[in-house]
């Protein structure tokens, strides 16, 4: 069943809607800048904070808003560069937000570049083979507040003094939409929420800074394009031919290669920003000297640069990650083609740091302590 919560969010709100509401229930414009200050700049997450605002418009925010809908339930400290936790929403569906911390030569740990991996829906109905998100099924789409309060929530962990000092919003280096969920696939509240993160009126973030990552849904990748952000756009490829494709991502069926790279293609003439394919290397599965060759290939034609990802274990799946030697192999038939490419080397292995494993792990012991109707386990909605 949709989830419809009783009052909206103050943060999922843009300036222009906000100001509007304001305006009709007969109060002044300039009310929401402030009210915005307070939370998006201050990140405050209480109304009596809110100290310059007259008392019956304070009651009417408090009677028609919440202002963050969630909160944090766990964080599992993997080691200094990895914290990932999980965040309970209205109706106690849980999801899950990574920051990561990775040091600079040569600088303290404080000083290190931060980047912020977030969710946009719970559970994902792509059921990619490999995926802990895509192995739960699909609850429901994330509302544009319940991604800003993953920011939000991150950034008073990463500095919790902000709110006496300044007007600064958030700070970190990169926000990943590599979470859980398909971006693509709740694309009206991604552009909302694209839209807060980036106003001067909102978190500020620069459009850089953002990376969506998407399984492949065509259609979108080329809407996205006309949205005018600057964002950047990475492409889980995972397979270089449809043949392994086909074997672990279920999207492929509905958008094949042929049709995949045509709209890359297009989002990169229209956009004009180089765009990275995602490649998870999978003992067996994809890492032969043949996908490599394949992979040489789309990236020229695309111009694109590949990040290739030891895959990250994932309980009750069997798949696994290649030897080191293989990985190096792989790679380097990239790097002999003259392709730009990287090997992360990824943090937070210890504590299940893969998209999705964490939650997945919580609501299986929480499904055995309480079997429910609405359990998590709902097949995937794609025919594989
Ligand atoms: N749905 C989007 C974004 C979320 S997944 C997408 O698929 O792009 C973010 C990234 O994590 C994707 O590239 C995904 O393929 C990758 N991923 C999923 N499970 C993984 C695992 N077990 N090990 C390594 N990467 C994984
Ligand atoms: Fe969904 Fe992305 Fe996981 Fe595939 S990899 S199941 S699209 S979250």
Redesign the pocket.
Known sequence: MRFVPEKKSLLGESLESFESEILAADFPKYRAKQVFDWIFKKRISDWDSMKNLPKAFLEWLRINYVIDPTKILLDKQSNDVTQKFLIQLEDKRLIETVLIRAPQEGVGLDKSRKTVCVSIQVG?A?G?K????GLAGFKRNLFASEVIAQLIHMSRIDSPKLEQSSNESVSFDNIV???????LANYNELVNVLKIMNASWGLNIGARRITV???GLAPEIEKLADEGLSIRL???L?GATNEVRNQIMPINKRYPLEVLIPAIEKFREKHGRMVTL?F?LIDGVNDSLEQAKALVKIAKRLHAHVNC??????EGLE?KRPSITRQNKFVQILKDANVSVTIRR?KGHSINA????LRLKKELEMAEQEPSPSSPFIKPNIEN
């Open positions: 994902c792509y990619c490999f995926c802990a998100s939409f590599m979470g859980m969920g398909e971006p990552s998407t399984s990475a492409i889980s995972h995602e998870i990802i030891p895959y990250n274990k994932v798949w990824e893969a998209c999705g494993q």
